[in-house]
């Protein structure tokens, strides 16, 4: 990616963790950048056209972590996609870029291009847990009862919902991810406590 | 209640429905009533003040509706909660307004108040479905590895997730509403299918 690009991209998370989505400014943006703010909109002419790109980017990022995951196991996958999206707090703004991004998700019915992005996501989070699941139902690992589609559909459902939590009332990203992987090897998972342990 | 504050009560949903939550002015609110913005001023003497005030009216609704239900047995005592919260839209601008929900909710980390607000309503249902789980338990309805904190902690998330996604992507409500029912026939009662049906 362009270097200029880069810093761009950098430079809206910086200023979505400062000043939110709804009160974003170019000027706020290019003010996290050694660019001027007519730089910023030779690359991009519109605020909205910038936030899309910079969801893209995001986009990139999340299905690269993703595709880094490598476990032998189905279960083991299971578990290291839950950690990978409900990981905790990599930096202090974390708990205000994902306010910005929920801000995002409440713009999805007025912007059809947020919207596509969104579901992009959900999309792409959607396909791995259904692909592990079936390789997991494969090689014995999974319950053979499982249904990978309305599985995956829940867990997808369940990572939102911790997300919204943790934005809306402070709700701890490590309880949910706990109680979704509980829900992987207590539940999914063959091999669980005959008598349940759920 | 007052029947000024139940016209005003029901002029901020229609008014929300209509605006959303970040453009919102007293002045929409006052155009959906019958009374002057000067009426509205004498009861709310902010917008803030109304909404916080039209946030308590939502959670009297919502703890109404939650009493309101009276199965005979725990199972099908989770299951009602499920439908009560994961209703399918009453009206057309049921979209419209859970996503000034939402909006409200992305809120939570600038508003001490409607944070408080926000943490009630998942707290009413946390409890209930704990107390469900307990009795479920405590009759043998529910399997006895079930542990009622954790589960009725991830039964909070996954509702908060399944309005997020109907307001972020359209989501159908109906979707996650069976996801999470069959979660409880199928992984919670202790009469389920002895090999899964998970």
Redesign the interface.
Known sequence: MDETIEEIMDATYAALCRH?Y?SLRMQDIAAETSKSKATLHYHFETKEELLHAFLDYLFARFVERLDRIDEPSAVDGLLAVIDEVLSPPADDAH??FK?AL??I??Q???DERY?AQ??RF?GVLYDRLFDLLMEGRASGEI????DPA??A??M??????????Y?????PLS??R???S??VRE??AADR?G????
Chains 1, 2 share one sequence.
């Not at 319950?143 to 499982?146: A, G, L, N, Q, R």
């Not at 934005?167 to 709700?171: E, I, L, Y």
């Open positions: 939110g709804a708990r205000e306010t929920l801000e998700k409440a999805g019915p007025y919207r969104l579901e959900d319950d053979p009862h499982v309305d599985v559909d829940f997808v459902t369940a990572c939102n919902g911790a997300q919204t939590r934005v809306s009332v402070g709700h309880r949910s706990d109680g979704l509980r829900y539940v999914l406590d008598g349940g342990g759920r």
